[in-house]
């Protein structure tokens, strides 16, 4: 009887051990989605479609609520030990970064709106190659804590230093544009400011890959050997 | 016997969660003392304190790590339940926030060190004020996290408001500067920085309030009614 029990509560756990996992995920697809709109948005000058991006907000905020409850009935039904313990409490960190990455998401949206106000200052050809290099980083820093891969979190450590690069290319494009042509300054600190989202999105996700790492080498590539982003 | 086992676990446990709360009064004292210096370094234009700052960072990092293994330990060896259980679980979200905060006191050097290249832009005056602000916040937050205390939570959340204004304030300054006089548009730049690093630092003790009236309250103020920053 009391065996019968024990593996009725395994396949429990396991169950919401899947379910927190399904949550995480569906919750980096819905970020991910958040950011490749607000820039769809930006590109499109679509203040309609940019509102609808900081609509669905709340769908992130409350995916953020759900898996930290998630994590926390494991932690309280289960006691989870060793590995599992540590694959619960980097989700609960998970989840603030994702939250926040949809925050930078709608930040990039309210610039767009702010934008649209004004003529177009100039095509965007960095900001969504930079943005797309941000989404991967978000999928596969979320795909490498799934699958404890650190070849991949690494890869996407690595990746920051392009974003970097890029954020870099970009400010001194828009300071030469400001300096040659003062009435661009409100546009392109504006602009300034999206690269600077889309930095943070980065800096989110290789926050994520650098879990990943700690979490299956037990040492602390952490901090290491890195900067603070700009 | 094992009635004198329990109570000598508990006494352990007891103290360990004392260790975990002085730890993050610890991490916490440090990362305000960092802001404080950052800006220090900024208005006396001296780089080599800033370097000092920005060297002190590792000490911030290994906090960091060490909270979150305290935590950890806490929920492997003692699986408390319960309020002990979500006072854990905030505490290990609470150290990537102060982490965080410190990586923005080291922006703040950076920049700070690049603007010692150039003459003074223009006296601080709002900086200082809005960074006094951002380290009132950061250390009512903690304050309100250990004795939950939502009035002082609530407060925080409040002052966020007028961080953003004085952001907004300094903005608006700062783009009358490079529109009259696009020269000043590097360092102008660096000092918008400025701003949005305190603003971060300001959203991050923000946060932290708003775990805590959750964690009192166990509802939802987390994300509602509540803006993004900018």
Redesign the interface.
Known sequence: MESSQLQHTNRQYEEELRGLRAALLKMGGLVERQIAEAIEALVARDSEHARQVIGR??EV?RM??EG?EC??RL??RY?P??SD??FI?TG??IT?DL?RIG?NA??IC?RAIELNEEPQLKPYIDIPRMAQLARSMVRDSLDAFMRYDTDLAEQVIARDDEVDQLNRLI?GEL?TY???N??T??RA?KI??VS?YLERIADHAT?IAEMVVFLVKGR?I??LDRG???
Chains 1, 2 share one sequence.
């Open positions: 907000d709340v905020n953020d609520i930290d994590c926390i932690l309280a006691q030990a060793a313990l540590r409490t609960l960190k603030t939250e925050d709608v930040n309210e400010y300071l400001m300096a040659q003062p009435s300054v409100p600190t300034l400011f600077k926050n602390t952490k901090h603070h982003g700009r």
